[in-house]
């Protein structure tokens, strides 16, 4: 069955690091994105890609970066971990604008 | 400035008994709303959906009826069961041609248990 997996489900850091979170999707949707969620605010999107090569910002894009070099990928980079991107991090695909959005079972992320 | 709205945290029914989740929002450019569920420990995942064209769309026991002149969606699940207990997301997305089109705008989220 196709699916979308995240990776690492569970990670403790230190603030300064460097955090990479994986998505990968085998449904070959065009549209991927990253939210995270926080008590309070729902599902924020932090970056989105409506395919290879294409990336963009969303509403809470400041210290977060994405790359997509194929379809079935993108992953999230803390470039420099703060405490205030302790959260829980969730990716979502789409085929379509006009279709649902799938989410995967989310990363927390706990930066110390 | 939250464009989508969940103005209660949390919401407690009897099992059988009708449950409704309320959603309010401000951008006069969304044109297409969506209700996802969500368990502990998993993503959301998709429950309806419905079209401003339409003020009512049903699927089994969840219906969901949109007031654009109120710019308000309400979910309504009928019966209530215990296995619907979870945290229930409204989210809205523009028209194409919008700035924001296939952007998702999620509310804060309503806590639903349903007691046996």
């Known amino acids: 069955d196709a699916e979308i997996t995240q990776s690492p489900r569970h990670k403790i850091t230190e603030t300064g690091r460097q955090v990479t979170l994986a998505c990968h999707q085998t449904?070959?949707?065009?549209?991927m994105f990253w939210y995270r969620q926080d008590l309070g605010h729902g599902l924020r999107l932090i970056h989105y890609s409506y395919g290879v090569q294409d990336t963009n910002k969303g509403e809470v894009s400041d210290g977060y970066s994405v790359s997509r070099s194929n379809t079935e990928d993108l992953p999230l980079t803390l470039e420099s971990a703060a405490s205030s991107q302790t959260s829980v991090y969730f990716c979502?695909?789409?085929?379509?604008?006009?279709?649902?959005?799938?989410f995967g079972d989310g990363t927390r992320l706990s930066i110390l | 400035d939250q464009q989508v709205k969940q103005n209660s945290p949390s919401l407690s029914v009897q099992e059988g008994r009708i449950s409704i989740l309320n959603c309010d929002y401000t951008?006069?450019?969304?044109?297409?709303f969506l209700w996802y569920k969500k368990y502990p420990a998993e993503g959301p995942t998709f429950l309806i959906s419905?079209?401003?064209?339409?003020d009512k769309n049903e699927d089994g026991r969840f219906t969901v009826f949109l007031n654009k002149s109120a710019k308000h969606l309400s979910l309504h699940i009928v019966p209530s069961q215990p296995g619907d207990s979870a945290v229930y997301f409204c989210?809205?997305?523009?028209?194409?041609?919008?700035?924001?089109?296939?952007?998702?705008?999620f509310g804060q989220g309503t806590i639903l248990t349903v007691h046996p």
């Open positions: 951008n006069s450019m969304f044109d297409y």
């Open positions: 449904w070959n949707h065009n549209n």
């Open positions: 419905i079209s401003s064209i339409k």
């Open positions: 979502a695909s789409s085929f379509s604008n006009n279709q649902p959005q799938h």
């Open positions: 989210a809205a997305k523009e028209a194409a041609g919008g700035t924001s089109y296939g952007k998702l705008t």
